[in-house]
């Protein structure tokens, strides 16, 4: 496809259930981010990955999330044992890399709603 | 004090007026600074970028820097009301990039 895309859309989860959600970047971008974006406020941002390597974690609020990249292209964002408070849109976005402009262009976003 | 400050608005501007969005950050290793259009319920939508003082035009937007002030800001000429949306201020650090809380914009017919 032409642009970042994600899956699923639209997640309602029970609390505590275990969530996956899925990015496939732009063909040929090197650089996949993953941001949470709560109602009202800018993307903020947790994780970021050049090629499959975790180059930057620190945004993950906790332990219970975790994300993956193995070959470089699809990238995972997983909930463990989802919380209320991780209600939130999940937006993946994806850039070239290298040089010194890093334009990120994002996919359409996941809404995750914890029950 | 937020890393990128943008005042949250909304800011309403008549059909046909100029939209001037502003926006601050406090890193001043920032390499690249972005404006991204965020209509409700969709994703954010890259406008323009800047990374040299100054002032950068792209049809009807201008982007402006100034990275002795720690400013950028973005205008808007004759506004119409599909850019009625939520305007973020973003700024990157060698792929560290970060977010303001957007303002929210609305052009009245």
């Known amino acids: 496809g032409a642009g970042v895309s994600q899956s699923p859309r639209y997640k309602v989860a029970k609390r505590g259930q275990d969530v996956a959600l899925r990015c496939d970047p732009i063909?040929?971008?090197?650089?996949l981010f993953w941001y949470q974006q709560a109602l009202g406020q800018g993307p903020e941002f947790l994780t970021y990955?050049?090629?499959?390597?975790?180059?930057?974690k620190s945004g993950l609020p906790s332990d219970r999330f975790f994300a993956e990249r193995p070959e470089g292209s699809v990238s995972t964002l997983k909930i463990q044992r989802t919380q209320q408070e991780d209600s939130a849109v999940y937006l993946c976005?994806?850039?070239?890399?290298?040089?010194?402009?890093?334009?990120?262009?994002f996919g359409p976003g996941t809404r995750l709603t914890v029950l | 004090q937020k890393e990128v400050e943008q005042n949250s608005g909304p800011l309403s501007v008549p059909e046909g007026a100029i939209a001037s969005l502003n926006c601050t950050y406090s890193?001043?290793?920032?390499?690249?600074f972005f404006w991204y259009r965020q209509y409700s319920g969709k994703s954010p939508e890259l406008i323009m970028f800047?990374?040299?003082?100054g002032d950068k035009e792209d049809g009807r937007f201008t982007a402006q820097l100034n990275k002795a002030s720690q400013y950028v800001s973005l205008l808007i000429r004759d506004s119409q009301p599909s850019d009625s949306a939520t305007y973020l201020c973003?700024?990157?650090?060698?792929?560290?990039?970060?977010f303001g809380a957007g303002t929210r914009l609305t052009v009245k017919p």
């Open positions: 976005a994806s850039s070239l890399g290298g040089g010194q402009i890093h334009e990120q262009f």
């Open positions: 063909s040929g971008h090197v650089s």
């Open positions: 990955f050049q090629n499959e390597a975790q180059l930057d």
């Open positions: 890193d001043r290793g920032s390499q690249s």
């Open positions: 800047i990374y040299s003082n």
């Open positions: 973003a700024v990157d650090n060698n792929n560290d990039m970060r």
